[in-house]
């Protein structure tokens, strides 16, 4: 079977930094309209296969009339057929939506389950895929009530593998006027298991979450945020499995009275993501990482973007090939604005937008490959005429980047007690490697450099897990460590 490009909120292993080509062309051109039924207030949309036939289909949350509809290609690249391949029924207010893997096959992006988040007492819902070939169809739907008491605006819902299990995991958060915060749940082919909720209400009720590995430990982490607070919140996953607590927030400013939403990339072609912040001044805050031995991750160097509307969503992420993160901003007038990264360094590395005129009252932005030619196109619901706009990325992928040169290097014993050894794969020819020992919140334990023979000392370590940054002037990779 032909798989697509599945272009989610799954989280990527540590990688190295590498040399990188003169930036690609963007462009993007509306290709389709997708006319839903009148009362429809389309919420969100996920792309997979989700009838088996080779090619993506499309997945649109109808929050006004209770459901999910599926759309087949079309004849034409980028474009989907008006009627509706299939219709299924859901909890009242579907809110947010993704395609999922709940057969655990993430390796074979075998994403044609969903996973429904509505707005009424929070109730999560996942649809398994019947595997029927050429029709698009679901069993019966497993049932998670977050909270059975509360009726919410706008949840979000984001998926990864974020406790080491191998089965998908999904981010909620709550924005009830009694009770807010985030919840993990983990998404088995035929049930559900809550992995534990943070509460947040004392910060006030969140509007946003992002999923990213910010500490390169290989464990995605959360970023939320928190209008009432003006700030945005790092969770960075404890590796236990509770995933997240209230314990591991850390709080990034953002540096503007009321932030709306999130989106984390890498701007500078360092190794850290870097976090763009939208608010309610009409712009958006970068800000880049760094990571400071004494204090942990700091965030600085603030770019202000002016973008004419408060932001309604944001994505900084590489979109023709080169590694250089862009941004995209969809606005409350109805408007996205694309910004490539020119190669310039910051902050003057972004070109002027390239601007396209979505439909009224824009509920979500996705990327995802809606034509099979490996390139991330963009796709908006927009409840304010019952529309789904198709904007197809048209502009050339440069190629494919080249293999990770520390990419199989290894570390062991893993726990360690006294000594470590570095292995790099046989017949590699590496640069003298250093070695960084960080703790989860990215402050500096050590620093030495690797010698000859690969055995690195660390009985002087505190005791517990720890974060193993090897870096030479061929990238840099990181391995989580347990000290015992």
């Not at 919420?43 to 997979?48: F, L």
């Not at 590995?213 to 700030?231: I, K, T, W």
């Not at 701007?267 to 990571?291: F, K, W």
């Not at 439909?359 to 030619?373: K, M, N």
Request: charged content about 15%; aromatic content about 6%; overall charge negative.
């Amino acid at each position: 079977m032909k798989h697509y490009l599945l272009l989610a909120s799954f989280g990527l292993a540590a990688f190295p930094a590498l040399a990188q080509p003169t930036p690609g062309p963007i462009g993007f051109q509306a290709t389709t309209t997708l006319q839903l039924a009148t009362g429809a207030a389309p919420s969100d949309v996920a792309i997979g296969d989700f009838d088996h036939d080779g090619r993506p289909d499309l997945a649109v949350s109808e929050r006004g009339l209770n459901r999910v509809e599926l759309f087949a290609p079309g004849a034409t690249a980028g474009s989907f057929l008006p009627a509706p391949i299939a219709s299924v029924v859901t909890g009242a207010s579907p809110a947010s939506l993704v395609a999922v893997p709940l057969d655990n096959q993430p390796a074979a992006n075998a994403a044609d389950d969903l996973a429904v988040l509505g707005a009424d007492q929070a109730h999560l819902q996942s649809f398994r895929n019947a595997n029927a070939a050429g029709q698009a169809a679901f069993l019966a739907p497993a049932s998670f009530y977050i909270d059975a008491t509360g009726l919410y605006n706008s949840p979000r819902l984001r998926a990864g593998h974020l406790n080491g299990d191998n089965v998908i995991d999904v981010v909620t958060i709550r924005d009830g006027f009694q009770s807010s915060g985030m919840g993990v749940v983990s998404l088995y082919p035929q049930s559900m298991t809550s992995l534990g909720f943070v509460s947040t209400s004392s910060g006030g009720r969140p509007a946003d979450v992002a999923l990213a590995d910010l500490n390169l430990d290989g464990e995605l982490d959360a970023f939320y945020v928190q209008p009432q607070a003006g700030n945005v919140l790092w969770f960075f996953n404890t590796g236990t499995a509770r995933v997240f607590s209230t314990g591991s927030a850390q709080p990034i400013p953002a540096l503007a009275p009321t932030p709306t939403c999130v989106a984390v990339g890498n701007v500078n072609s360092q190794d850290l993501p870097d976090v763009a912040i939208g608010n309610t001044d009409n712009e958006v805050v970068l800000q880049l990482s760094r990571l400071n031995p004494q204090q942990g991750y700091l965030y600085e160097n603030p770019l202000r973007l002016p973008v004419g509307a408060a932001p309604v969503q944001l994505l900084l992420t590489d979109l023709n090939g080169d590694s250089r993160a862009e941004l995209v901003v969809l606005t409350a007038a109805g408007q996205l604005r694309v910004y490539r990264h020119n190669g310039g360094a910051y902050p003057a590395c972004f070109d002027a937008p390239q601007l396209l005129p979505t439909g009224p009252d824009p509920t979500a932005l996705r990327l995802a490959d809606v034509d099979g030619d490996a390139r991330p196109d963009l796709v908006v619901p927009c409840a304010g005429d019952h529309t789904v706009r198709v904007f197809r990325n048209t502009g050339q992928v440069l190629a494919a980047k080249p293999a990770a040169a520390l990419a199989d290097l290894q570390v062991h014993p893993n726990p360690a007690t006294n000594r470590l050894r570095v292995q790099l794969p046989a017949g590699l020819n590496a640069a003298p490697l250093t070695a960084t020992f960080t703790d989860a919140l990215g402050r500096v334990l050590r620093t030495q450099a690797v010698p000859a023979s690969g055995e690195l000392a660390v009985d002087g370590l505190p005791r517990g897990l720890c974060l193993l940054r090897l870096h030479n002037a061929q990238g840099s990779i990181t391995r989580r460590v347990l000290l015992q």
